[in-house]
């Protein structure tokens, strides 16, 4: 449980509104702007002003015509009365109306703008492999950013209209004050506002109590917040590995996780709940003492005839307007200890994205465009510094086929991903061909959700590829059974198997076409015949592509001209390249030998192991 702190400084809570805000005005001035000037406006109308006047004017007359039994004067009074009210409703509504859509634009701005944020350079990946991510971005986007703008915009009209009731209402006080005679050690001194100075130091006194109770409750909204988030999250990871658990009968375990995750939810909200009814019972009392108080102050003044009844009420309701436009703190303390708590989860959400793009003037990795894929000195590291992959040198040019293997754990991941451009711990150059022309294959492919056909034309949009190709792409790669199903939409990554899944990537390069294919185990869970049969495809419609491929598989050397290996050491794998027995596992090379098959080492070369091979088809 994190430790409860006190409020951080207002000054703080505001800098970072301000930075969530600062940018919608600056992209969208005039809708911005627009809107915040017609909702201060209609706060701060003097129709509002005017309204409130004409309120304290009705009830001052009002009371004047009981006071005198004078039915005729107080039937004239309801009339006003229903006016009044029906002025005070449009009013109102368009406020709220004016709020809403301040609110609503400002908030889909935010959104949108955190979305790309998150998404733009492979942030998205880097927060969630590197250190220093934030927790639950889904949350932080989709949450967070509702009440971080709806309330900002609800919390800083509040103080506006409270400051208007305080201008409008605090001059009315005064002058119904009169004068207070105080007497201090015989001398009798005037004190001129004696009602609103009451007022003032009535609701400062409030606003310290409620302060020092409430201190704790923005410490606590944000512990409710991550612990909310964290549930949610176990919660879908259950939904996301439901098979794994089912086949391993994780489901009591997984049970005591989440009754642990809404633990930490319950024990948040109890706090919370605990500041909130200590805050009820004050401010319960407050206002009922702020309705009273005017009453009792005023009393010895009405009995000695000074003021009538019609004033004394108006004191009492101006006296009770001022101590709400001075009770903004205290009224919405709950509300602001929340509001701080989304503000701060927005912000550190865009701080992580930023941050996600390295640290400026630190050496990194440089990619350049080139004719080949070429790295130089290429040095890797994980995020937490430690050395994986020291000084690699590769040169694909075009139409070659390189494999690199390595054992488990060697970085061969690693660089597949720094060649892709999203892996930033590292220095050293990597010269990129063309990345339109560009196509990698991770182990377990990426399917959208949607239809089949929208899978395999990814990223591209679905209409970008006929259905007669999309057809023909599955058939060559074997998948002739699911053409029928090329527009249905299902949860294609958990239908088919890991090896249909890869067979299907195989058939999206074919749609694509790339002159520059980059695999990661893209074959690691077919077969030997439906391996052959992928990469005969670099054979025939793929013949000319380069392929750099990643794998320790038996048998993957044979699709390839050379073969590199990483080879651990001290201060990270070193990449060697190695004649073809030396980099298959002993069985295969066995086999290889002719020992066990008859397989016999046909080339001379024995870095060239495709030309030494016949290729499968
Ligand atoms: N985000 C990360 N944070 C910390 N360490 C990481 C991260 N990603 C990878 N590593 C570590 O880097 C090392 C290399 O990982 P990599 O995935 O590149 O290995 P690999 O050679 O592809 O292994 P395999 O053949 O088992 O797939 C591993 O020890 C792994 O634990």
């Known amino acids: 449980m994190a430790a409860e702190t006190e409020w951080a400084p207002a000054e703080g809570a505001l800098r970072e509104t301000w930075r969530l805000a600062r940018g919608w005005y600056g992209d969208a001035p005039l809708v911005a702007w627009g809107l915040t000037a017609a909702a201060v406006a209609l706060t701060l109308t003097l129709l509002q002003i005017a309204l409130s006047y004409a309120f304290s004017d009705w009830q001052r007359n009002a009371f004047d015509a009981l006071d005198q039994r004078d039915a005729a004067a107080f039937q004239g009074q309801l009339g006003w009365f229903v006016a009044l009210t029906g002025l005070s409703m449009a009013v109102a509504v368009g406020r709220l109306c004016a709020r809403q859509v301040l609110g609503f634009l400002w908030r889909r701005w935010l959104v949108l703008k955190l979305q790309g944020a998150m998404l733009i350079n492979h942030r998205h990946y880097r927060m969630e492999m590197g250190e220093g991510g934030v927790d639950n971005p889904d949350q932080r986007i989709g949450e967070n950013t509702r009440w971080a703008t709806i309330m900002t915009v609800d919390l800083a009209l509040g103080l506006l209209h409270s400051v208007a009731l305080f201008a409008c209402f605090a001059g009315l006080l005064w002058h119904l004050s009169g004068t207070l005679a105080v007497t201090i050690g015989g001398t009798t001194i005037g004190v001129p506002g004696s009602m609103l100075l009451a007022a003032a130091l009535y609701s400062g006194l409030g606003a310290l109590v409620v302060w020092r109770v409430g201190r704790a409750m923005p410490r606590i909204h944000l512990d409710r917040n991550q612990a909310e988030a964290d549930h949610r999250f176990a919660l879908l990871r259950i939904r996301e590995h439901a098979e794994g658990i089912a086949l391993i009968r994780g489901a009591a375990d997984e049970e005591r996780g989440l009754a642990r995750a809404y633990g930490r939810v319950e024990g948040a909200m109890l706090r919370l709940l605990r500041s909130e009814r200590q805050l009820m019972w004050l401010g319960a009392g407050y206002m009922a003492v702020a309705g009273v108080l005017p009453l009792l102050l005023g009393a010895p003044r009405f009995f000695a005839g000074a003021i009538t009844l019609g004033v004394l009420m108006q004191m009492t309701q101006a006296f009770v307007e001022v101590t709400r436009a001075l009770s903004w703190f205290v009224e919405n303390w709950p509300r602001l200890a929340d509001w701080r708590g989304h503000v701060v989860r927005v912000v550190e959400l865009e701080r992580a994205c930023e941050a996600a793009d390295g640290a400026a003037g630190q050496p990194g990795i440089a990619i350049a465009p080139g004719p080949a894929l070429r790295l130089s000195g290429l040095n890797l590291g994980t995020a937490g510094g430690r050395a994986l992959v020291l000084d690699a ?205 008859g397989i016999s080492a046909a080339g001379r070369n024995p870095l060239n192991v495709r030309r030494r091979l016949p290729s499968a088809g």
């Open 393 to 597: 040198e590769i040169t694909l040019r075009p139409g070659e086929r390189v494999l690199v293997t390595g054992e488990s754990g060697s970085g061969k991941s690693t660089l597949f991903r720094a060649i892709a451009g999203i892996w930033p711990w590292g220095q050293g150059r990597i010269a990129v061909p063309d990345r339109t022309a560009t196509l990698f294959m991770p182990q377990r492919p990426y399917l959208p959700l949607g239809s089949l056909h929208a899978a395999l034309a990814y990223p591209a949009a679905p209409d970008t590829f006929g259905q007669a190709d999309a057809a023909a792409a599955l058939r060559r790669c074997r998948l002739g059974a699911l053409v029928p199903q090329l527009d249905q939409v299902a949860r294609w990554d958990r239908v088919l198997s890991l090896g249909e899944q890869q067979r299907l990537a195989f058939a999206r390069l074919l749609l694509h076409r790339p002159r520059w294919v980059f695999m990661d185990e893209a074959t690691s869970a077919l077969d030997e015949a439906n391996q052959a049969a992928m990469f005969a495809l670099f054979e025939a419609e793929l013949a000319g592509a380069a392929l750099l491929s990643i794998g320790h598989r038996p048998g993957l050397d044979r699709y390839h001209d050379r073969v590199l290996a990483l080879r651990p050491g001290p201060d990270g794998a070193r990449l060697e390249p190695v004649a073809a027995a030396a980099s298959l596992w002993p069985v295969e090379a066995f086999r290889r030998g002719g020992a066990w098959d």
